[in-house]
């Protein structure tokens, strides 16, 4: 009789943790999770520019950046895409305290709406220091 009440303790904690450990969109008291890097620019293409031919504000941005920061880290990239007639801009820095810290319009002013950024969907990886492995 022992035996059988541990074994169905033991089915009841696993099937509450089942339930708990859902997965499941809403987290932390109903807010959304905040999608990866990866989600939302998806399978970007690379489309390298100039640093010369991007906006001023970008270009003394990445101008403080040192390639050998990142070669045996991770990539250090800048996507472009586009909602609607405004474009935006984001840098992908695996530095970065936060995921979406570094997003900007044409002008370089910081985008703080997650909506508005995740409505850009043809993003392009337009600037890209590459991982190098160890």
């Known amino acids: 009789m022992k035996k059988f009440s541990f074994f ?3 089915v009841t904690i696993m099937m509450v943790g089942f339930v708990a450990c859902s997965n499941d969109d809403e987290k932390n008291d109903g807010q959304k999770e905040i999608p990866s890097v990866d989600s939302l ?3 970007a293409p ?7 031919n ?9 101008a403080g950046v040192k390639e050998s920061d990142y ?11 586009m909602v609607g007639d405004k474009t935006i801009y ?5 530095f970065a305290s ?8 044409e002008t370089g002013n910081n985008i703080n709406d997650i909506s508005l950024i995740q409505s ?12 190098s492995p160890l």
Not at 71 to 81: A, I, S, T, Y
Not at 98 to 105: A, I
């Open 8 to 10: 169905i303790a033991l």
């Open 41 to 43: 620019v998806g399978d």
């Open 46 to 52: 690379y489309t390298p520019i100039s640093i010369t």
């Open 54 to 62: 991007m906006p001023q504000w970008l270009e003394e941005k990445l």
């Open 71 to 81: 070669m045996k880290l991770q990539p250090f990239r800048v996507f472009k895409g």
């Open 90 to 94: 984001f840098i992908n820095d695996p």
């Open 98 to 105: 936060c995921v979406y810290c570094e997003v900007y319009d």
């Open 120 to 131: 850009v969907k043809n993003w392009v990886c337009i600037y890209l220091i590459p991982h």
